[in-house]
């Protein structure tokens, strides 16, 4: 068997192709975004003609994905925690029509925030979904687990949720390959009603659904991700979720932990490990990054059973990310895990790249702005979210994707005016067409700045759905073609720019200036490949 050296969301990918893939489908977002683009650039995947593209959201994804299901395909959607948010439609849906061809479902979620709103836990809505979670402690685990998945969601006919962390998608191990199965041909569900979600279908589907968790949590109970191993001291008992076990083991050699171990990688929670070590145990701690989910199940409503030590009680930090040190301390050992930060190593926050066209048009806004009271910019999540900081001072609010024009109307439905929303290219396909559309068909007086630098910047400049054609798409959603200017941001244009944003903030409807000049990274990026390629040219000549 091949052995390979992958982070975990390229595991995830190599995998996915290995067990017969014949579609993914995501939307760019950290930690999850390398899956598809490992996909993209697999050359396996490209031979056995594996469809791979980025979506304009994350809800659009997953039904792109359930159809494919729906043709009896295996297939995979990627998103992270935040976009399972704007994917829970079809999400919630999708465990009730079930599936044809496996269906898995990926979710990076991000705790401390590295590149995110929220630190939101995923397995809360595969719980609420209820269908069953995976969650892998490393990247073989990854791997393994995708090919499982796949066999588990055909069996049941089920989507199923894989969890992951931020350390996980993006460090690196060793995994060991297996055969590479047959795609599924295309055959279409056996009950021709399953995917109707008329009432009286859906009811004899949630009936199925409901009577399927016994099965899910005996497929929990025999899972060779769920394992309880012994231990000499049995005062204190350890249940530990995903990379929690990793950060476990940094501080023992595996063979030497003293208490009982129950290592939890599948869900519904396996309930027999669990009263196994309940019973055989002192106490019991509980080590899982993300919400206290285990935890509070444990502690129940009373809290009168025996001790409980994790999240809630302080043993482990309420927020943020495990490591080493953090489950040493819960272990009462010395924390000895890494060496101290250099004093020349300096805190650097991130900010608008140098150059970035982004900048201009913040100098026009801020200036046009300057007569008028604080507080009147709504922005959205990209890199121009980056406005916020010293020293533009150019932005408001950032909510969730899409927020920027809907919130903007709304101050100005207030009779807030001027209310200017600020959103990227690609945000505004994600879920910023709707809120304009509104604001058009309520006449409410906003100016909405569309940052258009031809890609996906803070992704790393995937595909925007609209390059080219946002002209077209507002004219088209209503907006009066001269109240939509195409402007140049950069220092050449900074008058003109800034009579044009002065006029349009003084116009009571909605209009659209759209600042357009392609993100300096992506331009780099270019240079670099034209480069390479006339190098490898005059050597082949």
């Not at 009730?96 to 705790?111: E, K, M, Q, S, W």
């Not at 049941?156 to 460090?171: F, Q």
């Not at 991700?225 to 995903?242: A, H």
């Not at 409980?308 to 489950?327: A, F, K, S, Y």
Request: hydrophobic share 35%.
């Amino acid at each position: 068997m091949e052995k390979m050296l992958l982070l975990g969301n390229e595991a995830i990918a190599q995998s996915a192709i290995d067990a017969g893939l014949s579609g993914i489908y995501a939307y760019p977002g950290t930690p999850s975004t390398e899956i598809l683009e490992y996909v993209q650039r697999s050359k396996e995947a490209r031979e056995k003609k594996i469809h791979s593209t980025w979506s304009t959201n994350e809800k659009t994804a997953m039904e792109s994905a359930l159809g494919m299901s729906y043709a009896g395909k295996r297939t995979m959607v990627c998103m992270k925690h935040v976009g399972l948010n704007v994917a829970a439609d079809p999400f919630i849906n999708a465990a009730i029509t079930g599936t044809n061809g496996g269906l898995i479902v990926v979710a990076a979620d991000d705790p401390s925030m590295h590149s995110s709103q929220n630190e939101q836990d995923s397995r809360f809505y595969g719980k609420f979904a209820m269908i069953p979670i995976l969650e892998p402690t490393n990247q073989q685990e990854a791997y393994d687990m995708v090919r499982y998945g796949f066999m588990i969601s055909e069996k049941y006919g089920i989507p199923v949720l894989l969890r992951i962390t931020t350390r996980l998608a993006h460090s690196r191990s060793g995994i060991t390959r297996y055969e590479s199965l047959p795609q599924n041909e295309v055959h279409l569900p056996g009950n021709p009603r399953q995917f109707i979600l008329l009432p009286a279908n859906a009811q004899k589907q949630y009936k199925s659904l409901l009577h399927n968790q016994a099965l899910f949590e005996e497929e929990s109970e025999i899972s060779s991700f769920n394992n309880y191993k012994e231990g000499r001291d049995k005062s204190l008992g350890v249940i530990v979720c995903g990379i929690a076990y990793n950060y476990l083991f940094e501080n023992f050699q595996e063979d030497e932990f003293p208490h009982p171990l129950l290592k939890i990688g599948q869900y519904p929670l396996p309930y027999n490990l669990i009263r196994r070590i309940y019973q055989d145990c002192g106490s019991i701690l509980v080590l899982e990054e993300g919400y206290p989910i285990l935890e509070e199940l444990l502690r129940g409503i009373l809290d009168n059973g025996k001790k409980i030590l994790g999240r809630m009680d302080g043993t482990v930090p309420r927020d943020g990310e495990l490591n080493p040190n953090i489950v040493a301390r819960a272990l009462g050992l010395k924390e000895e895990y890494g060496l101290p930060v250099p004093p020349v190593v300096k805190s650097r926050p991130p900010s608008l790249c140098k150059g970035c066209p982004h900048i201009y048009s913040y100098n026009a806004l801020n200036e046009a702005l300057s007569f008028y009271s604080k507080g009147r910019v709504f922005s959205d999540i990209g890199c121009y979210t980056l406005g916020a900081l010293e020293p533009y001072g150019a932005i408001n609010t950032c909510v969730d994707m899409g927020a920027s024009i809907t919130m903007a109307k709304g101050a100005a439905d207030a009779g807030f005016v001027p209310a200017v929303a600020v959103i990227g290219d690609s945000t505004f396909t994600h879920s910023g067409m709707t809120g304009l559309l509104d604001a058009i068909n309520d006449k409410s007086p906003i100016t909405v700045m569309i940052l258009d630098n031809a890609t996906t910047a803070m992704t790393g400049g995937q595909k925007s759905a609209a390059t080219g054609r946002l002209e077209d798409i507002c004219l088209g959603l209503g907006v009066e073609k001269e109240h939509i200017h195409v402007v140049n941001p950069s220092p050449k244009y900074h008058e003109e720019n800034l009579q044009i944003i002065k006029d349009e903030i003084n116009y009571q409807g909605v209009s659209v200036i759209i600042p357009r000049r392609e993100c300096i990274q992506t331009v780099a990026r270019k240079i670099r490949d034209d480069k390479k390629q006339k190098q490898q040219e005059e050597v082949m000549e």
